[in-house]
């Protein structure tokens, strides 16, 4: 299970490995936490008390340090992963539920008339669809998109990326999700 990084503010930053939390814990560098302890790192025995050191990792971290301001203008890389998962895994065109192997990242506006490769301009289609629309407009194809693309929030992202997200992980990531996100549903 990975911990989901925060700058001091509260924004999501990482996922990190419970060790590589550990070397923030033991630097000092956590400022705050949320949620049950859901790993404990135990080390060496201290000389001076004879205590084993023990480290308990929270789920989310807050780290201490300044925050970059081109952090609050990110807008997140886009992979067919977190396409198929901000679409749900439905076609844009047909409707239907698909396995992500069945899947294509579909270009609204075809990148050989122009279109980029973007969160706008993406949507998930089934291998069917797809096929059908080819290099044209979906008007063209006289095909009707059920759903429109969106560009995800930093919070959605975390959840997009597919890590397994303990429910402290999630509460706190939707808390932030706009409720018209399809994540919600």
Sequence with gaps: MDVLQLDVSGRPQAWITPREAAILYAS?????TL?????VLRGGIQRATGLQSRIEVHPI???????PS??????????????????????????GHFDFDDLTREHIVPVSRGGVDSWMNCITACRGCNGHKA????EEAHMTLLYLP?????????I???????????????ASVPRSSRLHG
């Design 61 to 67: 971290i807050a780290v201490r340090g300044a925050i």
């Design 70 to 95: 081109r952090a609050w203008r990110h807008t997140p890389a886009i992979t067919n992963h977190k396409l198929f998962v901000r679409d749900r895994g439905i076609c844009a065109y047909c409707g």
């Design 160 to 174: 997009l990326r597919g890590r397994r997200i303990v429910v402290d992980q999630m509460d706190f990531l939707l």
């Design 35 to 39: 949620g049950k302890t859901f790993q």
């Design 28 to 32: 000092d560098g956590v400022a705050w």
């Design 135 to 138: 290099d044209r407009l979906p």
């Design 150 to 158: 969106y560009v995800p929030s930093l919070h959605e992202d975390m």
